[in-house]
């Protein structure tokens, strides 16, 4: 059972590329969640989304994009990579348990550097 | 808002002593409450959750309690093994968004 998978596992970009980090589920999990993880910190929401077709903002949006045309996927794209992007980012996706309530699972995590 | 706080690492304990990370919530519903763990170059993976007050969650000898009055999701063991060295997170989730403690570090020695 693969669960939750991301792509690439490490990257190292130029100032101003941009680069799109591939996540897909095979779970059937409605919810799908981008997090990053600045060294020594907790996650922060990106972006999320409920269902295929529907996306918001999480807390630090600013820089990136999404889409979730299936329910599988939900790329994040960096439209013009900058330093303060390097972090590591988390994919991932939960289902609604109405007798145990929700757990969300994690890919493994995708290390980017802006240089 | 949301919000969880989580004691600041890292923690260093011998083999076989006795674990406390302190957590602490705010939250503008009733959310449920979860335990996640981090190894060295992985995701985060569940450690032990529970979805309403007074329920306690259990997993591997890790216990926590959610404590509706104090707003708090403790994580104890009892006897820690060396095994047991990772980054701790104490999270919340209200209608489907989760939120993360900024995670402590636990160092156990031999």
């Known amino acids: 059972n693969a669960g939750v998978t991301q792509t690439p596992k490490f990257r190292i970009l130029k100032i101003g590329q941009s680069m799109t980090l591939q996540c897909t589920q095979d779970?059937?999990?409605?919810?799908m969640y981008w997090y990053r993880q600045d060294p020594g910190m907790g996650l922060k929401l990106i972006y999320y989304?409920?269902?295929?077709?529907?996306?918001d903002k999480g807390e630090v949006p600013n820089g990136y994009n999404v889409s979730r045309s299936t329910t599988e996927d939900f790329p994040l794209r960096l439209e013009l990579a900058a330093p303060s992007q390097t972090s590591v980012y988390f994919c991932a996706s939960t289902h609604r348990d109405t007798n145990s309530g929700n757990t969300i699972y994690f890919g493994e995590g995708s290390w980017l550097t802006v240089v | 808002g949301n919000s969880v706080t989580q004691m600041e690492g890292p923690v260093t304990l011998s083999e076989e002593a006795f674990l406390t990370i302190n957590c602490t919530y705010t939250?503008?519903?009733?959310?449920?409450l979860f335990w996640y763990v981090q190894y060295p170059g992985e995701g985060l993976q569940l450690l032990l959750k529970?979805?309403?007050?007074?329920d306690k969650g259990s997993n591997k000898g890790f216990e926590a309690t959610y404590r509706k009055e104090t707003t708090s999701f403790h994580l104890e063991k009892g006897s820690v093994q060396v095994s047991d060295s990772a980054v701790y997170f104490c999270?919340?989730?209200?209608?489907?968004?989760?939120?993360f403690g900024s995670g402590t570090k636990l160092n156990v020695k031999p």
């Open positions: 939250a503008t519903g009733y959310p449920s």
């Open positions: 989304s409920v269902g295929a077709g529907i996306t």
């Open positions: 779970m059937n999990h409605n919810y």
């Open positions: 529970a979805t309403k007050a007074d």
């Open positions: 999270a919340l989730e209200d209608f489907n968004k989760f939120y």
